[in-house]
């Protein structure tokens, strides 16, 4: 019978939801919106510069062309040898006012000792192209010099290499420290948690100032209308992630390659995958996501039922909204060092872990005891939260007036 | 649970919001099969004891019982109510509302169908179904949240002022479906400050005034027990002779005179003052009291002033001018 109850709810909760023109609006703007953001600058950048990017090199020392044309073409120009001869420049001004090269840059023995040159342009390049151009001559002109002294010149370029050895067993985790994926996960369930739980406020404000759980709660008990709402909310959130998930896969799996073929310049993206999070942090970000969501949904089923108007409300989720803002605070600072005692402690207090914990795992690694000791702490605050929040419900939703005290707060716990 | 226990029993119940009382001490019993009024002014307690039946407040002191059992056992399936202030689900098509509320009371989905699309049809809301709740009038909010309310095919309905806010046509539509209610042997319990409806449809009143219950009776009895108060006198000639010691007011109505009688006052005195006058009598009756003056001879002018102020035909006292100057006084 209850179950009954519960589904309507559930079912009419989310169906409204799915089917309306917001829900298909953000689902699919969003990754439309991520797409755009990444693609379209670089693939704009690159189709509409195709005779800009065209450059002759005139190389004077004789020995930097290679290196230098093939970080050229790395970074996107086209590049044709030029000899030096007395009339070369002239000749090549004449072919960049025809439109046949963008420009031409010239090297010589300044290049080699100061990693100096002129670019000879019709217009003038863009910061990037500058900036390419220009670490590029240096980078060749370096290579150049290091290796006339015996040394791994492309291994030095890159940086080197530094190789840590943990010397405690602080950090099990087994992906590397990468710090966007934690940043971007944790403001991202910092985002979904506070607009779900929201949603669930809102859907029960409604329904109190618009008086129909007056009808409802006459036939039904308002536990399992509250439960009906906060999982059909959540159906709805899953809903929308997995659209995102799957076309975020299907983006990479599918689209990047594609788009590779289609424009090899865009090649610098498949770095990008490189930072996607792989399905362990994933089913991770998930668990953190839905644990965060039934807490703060329940906290925000509670102070919908016991306002009257959007106004109260407003004013009544704001310790909820700083309870969710602490932990973005401190997340920097948790991702960099994620195994000191304040990490650690902050991370563990369960309406701080979802986004805490998940920036401590993705920045580092953390003892897989602490993972699950945080899932029993969140899984049993969801408990505490369903009871007092439901008490409060039970007696919030069919009150009018005003807002209640704190004290009046605790005896509806108490007597409900 | 008594299988025969009455539709619905209160036993003392009260109930206090802050330092206000808003239901005192209440009994009340409504028979199986009845059509029941509940009638008082704005603010007399309607809403709350209708609340408390609903388990939507719960009484201070005192026990709510339905059917002769537990409330919160039956509620559900067998009881419809309609609350005065009437919510939807602004957003959703009709007919989903309407399934969605049956759902919740235990019908099938399938079945809810039916039945709302033919409750639509009934109260002609055909082309509406698949149309926002909001795009419709309040008026036929009203007929979809009634179709709800009935959805599960209650024994109990329990409507509160139902008539508000319809137009008389539809006044009209809601009324004859209430009687067809009734004739079917649905128990109805409905809260109303116009005393003409509940005239006409209630079988048992239960008046109420500042929280307090100041009758409880079957209609037809309270009536009969009451008549010998009124007579209803068309004449011409004199009038000085009206007036007298037995009259306690005089009243407009049906074109003629209602004369008032103080408590055991002689009616032949004043057919023989009027005889005596010289006066034709054309009519001399002795009436069915209205509701509205058994109320106002229980509760006092003052309660009734707020429930019988639509009754501008019969309530307005003889010689006083229209409400509007009344007022200024």
Same mark, same amino acid.
């Given at each position: ?47 509409? @510069? ?32 030029? @000899? ?15 439109? @046949? ?14 990693? @100096? ?29 290091? !290796? !006339? ?35 971007? $996960? ?27 759980? !007056? ?19 959540? $159906? ?67 102070? $919908? ?90 007696? $919030? ?20 | ?5 009455? %539709?619905? #029993? ?65 509620? +559900?399936? #067998? ?210 009291? +209205? ?11 003052? %309660?009734?002033?707020? %429930? ?8 307005? #006292? ?12």
């Amino acid at each position: 019978m209850m179950w009954r109850n519960v589904r309507a709810v559930v079912r009419r909760e989310y169906l409204q939801r799915v089917r309306s023109k917001w829900f298909v609006i953000s689902t699919v703007a969003a990754p439309l919106f991520m797409v755009g953001l990444f693609v379209l600058p670089i693939y704009f950048a690159e189709s509409s @510069e195709r005779a800009e990017r065209e450059v002759a090199v005139v190389d004077a020392t004789g020995v930097l062309y290679d290196r230098l044309a093939a970080d050229l073409e790395e970074g996107g120009w086209r590049v044709q040898r030029v @000899e030096w001869s007395s009339t070369a420049q002239v000749e090549l001004e004449r072919r960049a006012e025809l439109g @046949e090269i963008g420009g031409f840059v010239i090297l010589d023995e300044r290049t080699l000792s100061a990693g @100096e040159a002129t670019f000879y342009s019709l217009s003038r390049p863009n910061s990037l192209r500058r900036l390419t151009m220009r670490s590029a001559i240096a980078r060749a002109a370096m290579a150049h010099a290091l !290796e !006339e002294r015996g040394v791994d010149a492309a291994s030095m370029l890159r940086g080197g290499d530094l190789r840590v050895e943990l010397l405690s067993e602080a950090g099990t985790g087994t992906e590397d420290p990468r710090f966007i994926v934690a940043y971007a $996960g944790a403001f991202f369930l910092y985002m979904v948690i506070l607009i779900y739980a929201v949603a669930v406020m809102r859907a029960t404000l409604e329904e109190k100032t618009s008086r129909i759980v !007056e009808v409802v709660i006459s036939s039904m008990q308002p536990w399992h209308l509250m439960l009906g709402k906060i999982v059909g909310v959540a $159906g709805v959130s899953f809903t929308q992630m997995g659209v995102w998930l799957v076309s975020g896969v299907l983006l990479t799996t599918l689209g990047l390659p594609s788009l590779i073929a289609a424009q090899p310049d865009a090649l610098q993206l498949v770095d990008l995958a490189d930072v996607l999070p792989g399905a362990g942090l994933l089913t991770l970000f998930l668990g953190f996501f839905v644990f965060g969501f039934f807490m703060y949904s329940g906290l925000y089923a509670a102070v $919908g039922a016991m306002c009257s108007t959007e106004e109260e409300a407003q004013q009544a989720q704001f310790p909820l909204v700083m309870l969710l803002v602490v932990p973005i605070i401190f997340v920097l600072p948790v991702i960099e060092s994620p195994n000191t005692p304040m990490a650690t402690g902050l991370s563990l207090f369960p309406l701080f872990t979802p986004i805490l914990m998940w920036g401590r795992i993705a920045g580092g690694g953390v003892p897989a005891w602490q993972i699950a000791l945080s899932f029993v702490l969140m899984a049993a605050s969801v408990l505490a939260i369903a009871w007092v929040a439901g008490r409060i419900y039970k007696t $919030g939703i069919l009150m009018t007036g005003k807002r209640p005290t704190l004290p009046e707060l605790w005896r509806w716990v108490r007597e409900a | 649970m008594h299988p025969d226990g009455p %539709a619905v #029993r209160l036993r003392g119940v009260s109930k206090r919001f802050g330092k206000r009382i808003a239901v005192s001490d209440l009994d009340l019993e409504v028979p199986r099969g009845v059509v029941c009024g509940l009638l008082g002014p704005n603010g007399s307690g309607k809403t709350t004891t209708i609340r408390m039946i609903m388990g939507i407040l719960h009484p201070d002191e005192g026990s709510v019982s339905l059917f002769g059992g537990d409330p919160d056992l039956v509620r +559900r399936a #067998r009881v419809g109510y309609l609350p005065e202030e009437r919510g939807v689900y602004r957003k959703m098509k009709c007919l989903d509302l309407i399934i969605f509320l049956g759902e919740i009371r235990g019908v099938s989905r399938a079945e809810a169908r039916r039945r709302g699309g033919d409750g639509l049809d009934r109260l002609g809301l055909a082309g509406w179904a698949d149309r926002k709740v909001e795009d419709l009038s309040k008026g036929m909010q009203q007929k979809v949240q009634f179709i709800a309310t009935v959805i599960h095919g209650p024994e109990l309905l329990i409507l509160d002022e139902p008539f508000s806010g319809l137009d008389p046509l539809n006044q009209d539509v809601l009324e004859e479906i209430v009687l067809d209610f009734r004739a079917r042997g649905t128990t109805i319990l409905f809260s109303t400050h116009l005393m003409d409806q509940a005239e006409r449809l209630c079988e048992r009143v239960c008046l109420i005034s500042n929280a307090r219950k100041v009758l409880d009776a079957d209609l037809a009895e309270l009536k009969a027990s009451e008549r010998k108060g009124v007579i209803a006198l068309e004449f011409s000639g004199p009038d000085h002779w009206i007036g007298g010691p037995e009259v306690a007011r005089v009243e407009r109505a049906d074109g003629g005179l209602h004369l008032i009688l103080t408590e055991g006052g002689d009616h032949q005195a004043i057919l023989r003052r009027g005889v005596e006058a010289g006066a034709e009598i054309l009519r001399f009756d002795l009436v069915e009291p +209205r509701l509205h003056e058994i109320f106002v001879r229980h509760a006092g002018a003052d %309660a009734a002033g707020d %429930a019988g102020a639509p009754l501008a035909t019969s309530g307005r #006292r003889e010689g006083q001018p229209a409400p509007v100057s009344g007022g200024a006084r």
